[in-house]
């Protein structure tokens, strides 16, 4: 391989699509001496792009939603397309890419009958040098609503279809133009499910454009400074570079011992830690479920550090017991302020078998998520009607519990704190003595309350569903996850509402048992989850169980075109996610297997990434260690909001559904968990949940809160929604909704 200034440079041109990671990484693989830039379609003016295509071997226009009829949709793609003969270069097109080669020279855009939006199709071809080795029928997957009719199109050649039979007939799969080096294809090579022929297809391609670039004498330029100076930021992957000025802290060491104690249940533990005392904050992660391993409580005490951040502010808050300070975040974003404080939180010599050592636990909100993708937001002016967006507590004491042989790991990340160390045990110790007496302890029954739940409206939420397939249908997006929220009014109890929490979550997790609950008592929000769903962990769409819903029938639901469809734009998105980190090594390791849990059948897919290494920066392997340790964070950052919960393309999706969902989502469709002083963490989406501010922070000048509501209740919210994609059934979906719904609601004791 020859230097750096020496490798072919490609560019690839992003429609804002959630898929162009993936693409990135096919084409690191097809061409493996090439280094990849990535620009969006409006990054760059064209008149200012032309002068640097010259650097380029060749160019890849990705796919995108919308149409390559909309000029905000294309960008510079159209103009591209119209090079004149001595800046040509190879282009080849995916999905928008291709419908906008084939409007461009005459082929007219159509709306396909049946749209097909993580749909697999046998593909047959012509035999051209693009599909060369390629087998006749082979398997792609396709994301699009639009297809282009060649009829009047002469300068243009079709290389590939499928056939749809009734449903669109022949669709034109591939094409090139007779003249110039432009390639395209409507489907998606870099898609999991496509098979081998979509590497083919990128060697194919890049054959071809190799001999064009030697037949027309056509040589890229040397790589120099003004081009270094221009796409530094755009290289892909990112080049991570470890920071040698990084302030070095002594390490804070972890201290511990172990108790196994099988009769103490997590709930008793928490009870025997304070969990009711009133006024106090409390965090519990809590695998409540199978294939969860292990649950996590926090020990707050009056100097533990909460920290707390609503979207828009320049600050952060920093509580500790009574006292509330501001920092500044100056040039910083919070992300940016959460690591930097982490980097001086390191800690040594923990139990390598204990996943979490202390660090920050709690949740970060959807509209955090939001906002980290660049999308204007809608936010209500007066904040004490809204939830923090970040609300996390750095937690220097804790329990891990082993929630199979029930051995309970006390540490601390105090100095000098054996004496909390050995009174937690022996606390602990009686209680096991006392088992029977623990259990009656605290038990508030609430059968007589009367509790009123006010729903989405069917009427209006089908409607949405339909609305949202009009998208869908426009190629707008491949598919959108419409969410709508309940409220829960709840007599308060002679007890304060803290306590009322706490039962409720144990009636939560008692009829909805889930690997990945969770019991946040951050004032002023209360959040209790039953989250079947694992969103992120790094290291150091399903249906509703019932009594006749045996794994046959499950295979039968989940494994609909609907569901596997569903399920794969979401894989796909996360590989592209993770790609966008990590580089080229990522793997989907478990592919829409149907895994039973105690209320439900899953589809679960797993997809893992392994970084490279960052680059050298006068720095030694410790520096290289801190850096790593902010890799998962920054996975996280570029993750959020959760592609389960918005669909794809991400951002597309983010911005229809904020015209078709009333207000904020708040906690629900966050993520809930911790980061490691160790530097794992593992993150749940924030999903089968309920939640609630505290009465004297929603009710201080907040009319749409209090208007209407007596004090004497708790108002709890609950969101549940559905993956609405083309194949959806409105009323089915609404079925769905409230199916998810009743998984919480059943916790308040009541139908409806």
């Not at 906008?100 to 199709?121: C, P, Y």
């Not at 409507?186 to 071809?208: A, K, M």
């Not at 829960?488 to 007890?495: D, G, S, Y």
């Amino acid at each position: 391989m020859g230097s750096y200034e020496d490798r072919p440079k490609i560019l690839i041109i992003d429609s804002y699509d959630s898929f162009t990671h993936n693409l990135a990484a096919l084409v690191n693989r097809a061409i493996p001496s090439s280094s990849i830039y990535i620009i969006k379609n409006d990054e760059v003016a064209f008149a200012q792009l032309v002068h640097y295509l010259s650097y380029f071997s060749a160019i890849l226009v990705g796919p995108g939603p919308g149409s390559p009829l909309v000029p905000s949709d294309i960008g510079v793609v159209k103009d591209l397309w119209k090079l004149p003969d001595d800046s040509l270069l190879p282009i080849f097109g995916v999905c928008l890419g291709f419908q906008s080669l084939g409007v461009e020279f005459g082929a007219i855009l159509k709306r396909l009958n049946v749209v097909k939006h993580g749909q697999v199709s046998r593909v047959a071809h012509n035999g051209d040098l693009l599909f060369q080795e390629v087998l006749q029928g082979s398997s792609v997957v396709r994301y699009h609503s639009l297809c282009i009719d060649m009829e009047l199109s002469p300068k243009l050649e079709g290389l590939a279809w499928a056939d749809d039979g009734e449903e669109n007939g022949q669709v034109t799969m591939s094409l090139k133009h007779k003249h110039k080096p432009f390639w395209g294809v409507q489907y998606h090579p870099e898609s999991v499910c496509t098979d081998g022929s979509g590497l083919l297809v990128i060697q194919n391609f890049w054959r071809l454009a190799c001999d064009w670039r030697l037949r027309a004498g056509k040589y890229a330029k040397l790589w120099d400074d003004p081009a270094q100076s221009q796409f530094s930021g755009n290289a892909w992957p990112s080049v991570r570079f470890a920071d040698a000025s990084r302030l070095k802290f002594s390490p804070q060491r972890v201290v511990s011992s172990k108790l196994l104690l099988p009769q103490l249940s997590v709930p008793h533990i928490c009870e025997v830690l304070g969990v009711h005392k009133a006024g106090t904050d409390f965090v519990l992660l809590d695998s409540a479920a199978q294939p969860g391993a292990h649950s996590i409580i926090g020990c707050i005490h009056p100097s533990t550090l909460k920290i707390q951040h609503f979207v828009g502010d320049t600050f952060v808050s920093l509580i500790q017991g009574k006292r509330r300070t501001s920092c500044t975040l100056g040039s910083s974003d919070i992300w940016m302020w959460l690591a930097s404080f982490m980097q001086t939180k390191e800690a040594v010599e923990g139990d390598s078998s204990v996943p979490f050592w202390g660090g920050l636990v709690g949740y970060l909100s959807y509209e955090l998520g939001v906002d980290a993708i660049q999308c204007c937001q809608r936010r209500r002016n007066n904040k004490n009607a809204r939830f923090p967006d970040v609300n996390l507590v750095f937690i220097e004491r804790s329990l891990v519990v082993d929630v199979k042989t029930g051995c309970i790991v006390l540490q601390s990340l105090l100095p000098k704190d054996d004496d909390w160390l050995a009174s937690s045990a022996s606390a602990l110790k009686r209680a096991a003595n006392r088992e029977d007496d623990l259990q009656k302890a605290h038990f508030m029954s609430r059968s007589d309350e009367k509790v009123t739940v006010i729903c989405p409206d069917k009427e209006d939420y089908v409607s949405k569903v339909k609305e949202a397939q009009d998208y869908l249908f426009a190629g707008e997006s491949y598919e959108l996850c419409l969410t709508g929220r309940t409220q829960i009014l709840v007599p308060k109890t002679p007890t304060p509402s803290f306590q009322t929490s706490w039962e409720l979550y144990k009636k939560v997790r008692s009829v909805n048992p889930a690997p990945y609950a969770a019991y946040l008592r951050l004032h002023p929000t209360t959040l209790i989850s039953s989250s079947p769903e694992r969103f992120l962990s790094y290291s150091r769409p399903s249906t509703q169980k019932g009594a006749d819903v045996t794994r046959k029938h499950a295979e039968d639901i989940l494994g609909s075109p609907k569901e596997i469809g569903e399920n794969l734009m979401i894989v796909d998105l996360i590989r592209h996610d993770l790609h966008g980190v990590v580089g080229a090594d990522v793997d989907v390791k478990k592919f829409c297997d149907i895994e039973e849990y105690e209320t439900m059948w899953q589809l679960v897919s797993v997809i893992e990434g392994r970084p490279q290494p960052p680059v050298p920066s006068k720095l030694d392997s410790e520096d290289e260690h801190h850096c790593n340790k902010q890799l998962g964070w920054d996975m996280l950052h570029k993750s959020l909001p959760p592609g389960s919960m918005t669909g794809a393309p991400k951002k597309r999706s983010v911005q229809l559904l904020q015209g078709l969902e009333n207000g904020e989502r708040g906690i629900y469709s966050g993520v809930a968990g911790y980061w490691c002083v160790g530097g794992s963490g593992d993150w749940s989406v924030v999903i089968r949940s309920c939640f609630k501010l505290d009465e004297e922070f929603m009710t201080d000048g907040s009319p749409e809160i209090s208007k209407g509501v007596d004090v004497e209740y708790d108002k709890w919210f609950v969101g549940a929604g559905g993956a609405i994609t083309a194949l959806s059934d409105p009323l089915s979906e609404w079925d769905e909704m409230i199916t998810k719904l009743h998984s919480v609601l059943r916790a308040f004791r009541t139908e409806e």
